[in-house]
């Protein structure tokens, strides 16, 4: 039996939470038998929710919230003791520390899937504490959380080293561990036809977590440059945002762009892809992401995406011509690319979806259970 980890470090549904359900509706169906300690999401009935008083989304809550989950994680693991491997779903520090804890207290494997960590640095990782301290300063982090972040970056980097293996989604991350093997991601949603020209409402859109991590504020001025060229140009914004929606408008007409975007909060997924649907490219400047399932979904939605190079997405989506990608941190390049694209016709919706073909979620859960049943059969092997 598979005891599962996961701490929620947000209180919304993300693309590794996305995974998570895919993959154990999978297993399901070939009777893997697992347990599931989660925190306050509870993604499913099934699941030991280990519950939280505070629900809100802010640094110092983040870490209340991941020590008491550390802690009760590991004392409710002691009442069972039919497990043969424990899982960390995510790297988070928290689901890390208690997945290590309890495979030293057992003595049983340990495994940690590597979504990313936030050290990517352009075409980089970096992994010093300081630099990844000064990379997240520049980010946008205050002094005391950016502290925070990289000394539990670094820990659960180094737990992760001396677990029985790592299941990493991104190549470039598989690179960091002698203990990796490498996975991958898939999209749920396929739609079967595509829009044409004329259903589209807006020239590009953005899906994601609006924080400074995912890039909304390099956005905002690449959106501003482009409009100063193009003056219709509307940009739709889907996603949940640590501030409420009034002040993240606030910072859209400081921009002077309350005209061409469209802040729509968080949608429902038909809704969201209805949105990407409806638009001729997608567009996300983040400089932290790992596998990019964004990027997967718009491509399966007959889209184009423009990104900024940084070491994960352009390993994992380089072969893809409809993937355009700007320099990091570069808002000139990003807008001229932008532009260039938006004057230019569009491509076949149909060609564009080939990127993701093969994508599929059966084939994910068979691979992580392969690596899982690797590892339980060499720890036990000897």
Known sequence: MILIIFYHPFLNIGGVERRFLSVMKQWETINVRFRILESQLRLRTSSHQIPTLINKD??????????????????????????????????DVFSVASAFIISKIYRKPCVVIVHHYDIIDGSQLVESLLRVYS??????????????????????????????????????????FANAYLSSNAIEYSPKNAVTLKDKEYEACFVGRLDARKGVIDLLNVW?????????AKLAIVGPTQTRGRNFMKIIRSHGLDKNIVYMGLLSDRKMYDTIKKSRLFVTLSLSEGWGMAIAEALACGVPVACYNIITLYEQWNTCP????????????ATEKIIEFLRSPDPDSQQVKKCIEGLRWENVARRDLEILRKVVNDTYAH
Do not use: E
């Open 322 to 333: 409809y993937v355009i990608f700007a320099n990091a941190n570069d808002v000139k390049d």
């Open 224 to 232: 501003k440059n482009v409009v100063s060229i193009l003056p219709n």
């Open 135 to 176: 990379l997240l300063r520049r980010i946008g982090y205050g002094r005391l959380y950016s502290l925070f972040k990289a000394l539990a970056t670094k820990l659960a980097i180094i737990m992760a080293k001396k677990c029985k293996a790592t299941i990493c989604i991104s190549k470039a991350f598989a690179k960091l």
């Open 58 to 91: 802010t640094p110092l809550t983040y870490i209340v919230r991941g020590l008491a989950f550390a802690l009760l994680s590991i004392v409710l693991a002691l009442k069972d003791r039919g497990f043969n491997v424990i899982l960390a779903y995510n790297n």
